[in-house]
């Protein structure tokens, strides 16, 4: 992508974050629906030629030469499939219609002499190629660029988790100081969900489903020219073959459900980022964290001191509007007027566009954890300043000493008033409990106090 195409770009996913996007673009673009389109077709057509029933041969050279069509699709076979369904191009008119223009040039590029050209899209509908293709791409962008770079922000939040497993920190619950945790333990936490979001997601794309059953889904068309084949388990194994699970059961598009799925996995694992962009970004604000600052860049127009938690900001963004396509995509594949309707076809060449939203999310989060480093002598300060917090603790263990008022007589000393460790060994000293119990309460304090979150940590390993 040239600067100058960067900066007229209509979307920023292929502007001003086309860098970051790049990946996408073998599984996303128009050109890679017109290889996977002619994968399909030539191996559709191959398969054709190992039916019984069927004249058609195809030689081992002519095997090769059409898989070459695809395994070796360069920018003029896409181009000239553009100009056979725009302009037309040799003995071709215009088709006017891209998977018709598909079919075509696979016909330009049969031998000399061959007898497959009847054979090519035979008894298809432009669905049976389309259904497979997105699928297809959909699968290997998915396994190929977003879970390596969903894997990459998980690898970090365990390496931070590890790191700082014994950290402690003051945790908030309603805003409010509360129990303390560790910094590491609550990285675990989401590289936990993180892990658990890409298992969903991992198996959802291994369930994408593919049909071939024709104009109505019933092999009509198949079974007229050929009606002693098994054609519901030819599709079968065709569809297996191409590493999709097989839908017996469609009108002439597949439903969709599959996708459906798919995209909701992935609404998953942005929710989990997105809590996480937002925690984060509360500790920075809180001076838990620090940030590296990068040289040469601007944090504010104004405010020279400034070094803002931008990727973060940025990842909130992109995976909100990529939660925002996924979810208007689910709804929508999962819909068609009687047997089909067009509308579809749109709306999924937009798939693209909330992955790329995905995977520069993804990177910025990525980016983002990479920069900061949590400020022990802050959380230190501020848990030192918080001593009511160790409350819990003390009502817990009265408790356990058959004191039925412990919780009274802890809110009563803490609840909406400023109290120190002073004040807590004042109260300890009135109890009526064993002078080794008495040392124990003593000797609670708010960075001590919690619990095995740094063991906790381990639990990433299982």
């Not at 007229?8 to 890679?32: I, M």
């Not at 984060?280 to 070094?307: C, F, N």
Request: aromatic letters at 8%.
């Amino acid at each position: 992508m040239t600067d100058t195409h960067a900066l007229y770009a209509v979307s920023p996913v292929d502007g001003r974050y086309g860098g970051r996007t790049a990946p996408l673009s073998p599984y996303a673009s128009e050109a890679a629906l017109m290889r996977a389109r002619v994968r399909v077709e030539v191996e559709y057509l191959i398969a054709l030629a190992e039916l019984e029933e069927t004249p058609l041969s195809l030689a081992d050279d002519e095997r090769e030469q059409l898989r070459s069509l695809y395994q070796g699709f360069a920018e003029e076979d896409a181009r000239l499939i553009k100009k056979l369904e725009v302009e037309g191009h040799a003995e071709f008119e215009a088709t006017n219609h891209d998977v018709k223009a598909v079919e075509y040039f696979i016909r330009h590029h049969l031998p000399e002499g061959s007898d497959a050209s009847p054979w090519i899209h035979f008894g298809l509908t432009s669905e049976d190629v389309n259904n497979l293709a997105h699928r297809l791409l959909v699968r290997d962008a998915v396994e190929a660029v977003l879970l390596p770079a969903l894997y990459e922000v998980r690898d970090a939040l365990e390496e931070m988790a590890r790191e700082h497993r014994d950290v402690p920190m003051l945790a908030r619950t309603h805003g409010q100081p509360a129990t303390p945790t560790t910094f590491g333990k609550e990285m675990a936490v989401y590289a936990a969900r993180l892990g658990q979001a890409t298992g969903r997601i991992d198996a959802a794309t291994e369930n994408l489903r593919g049909k071939l059953g024709g104009a109505s889904g019933t092999y009509a068309a198949h079974v007229a020219a050929y009606p002693d084949v098994d054609w519901p388990a030819f599709a079968r194994a065709f569809v297996t073959d191409l590493g999709l699970e097989f839908e017996p059961l469609t009108t002439q598009v597949n439903p969709c459900d599959d996708l459906a799925a798919l995209f909701d996995a992935l609404r998953g694992a942005n929710d989990v980022l997105l809590d996480l962009d937002l925690d984060i970004w509360l500790y920075v604000s809180d001076r838990y964290l620090g940030q590296e600052a990068v040289e040469g860049e601007t944090g504010s127009s104004t405010m020279p001191h400034k070094v803002n938690p931008i990727d973060f900001e940025n990842s909130e963004g992109n995976l909100s509007k990529a939660n925002s396509d996924l979810t208007f995509l689910a709804d929508y594949v999962t819909t068609s007027r009687l047997q089909r309707d067009l509308s579809d076809s749109t709306v999924k060449r937009n798939i693209g566009a909330a992955f790329a939203h995905c995977l520069i999310g993804y990177t910025k989060t990525t980016a983002g954890l990479g920069k900061v480093v949590p400020n022990e002598h802050v959380m230190a300060e501020e848990l030192e300043s918080t001593p009511e917090i160790i409350g819990e603790a003390v009502q817990t263990i009265l408790r356990r000493e058959g004191q039925e008022d412990a919780y009274e007589q802890v809110k009563a000393l803490t609840r909406g008033r400023d109290v120190t460790l002073t004040d807590f060994r004042e109260l300890f000293d009135d109890l009526e409990v064993s002078e080794d119990v008495r040392e124990e309460l003593r000797a609670l304090t708010p960075e001590s106090y919690t619990g095995v979150a740094d063991a906790l940590v381990d639990d990433l390993e299982d």
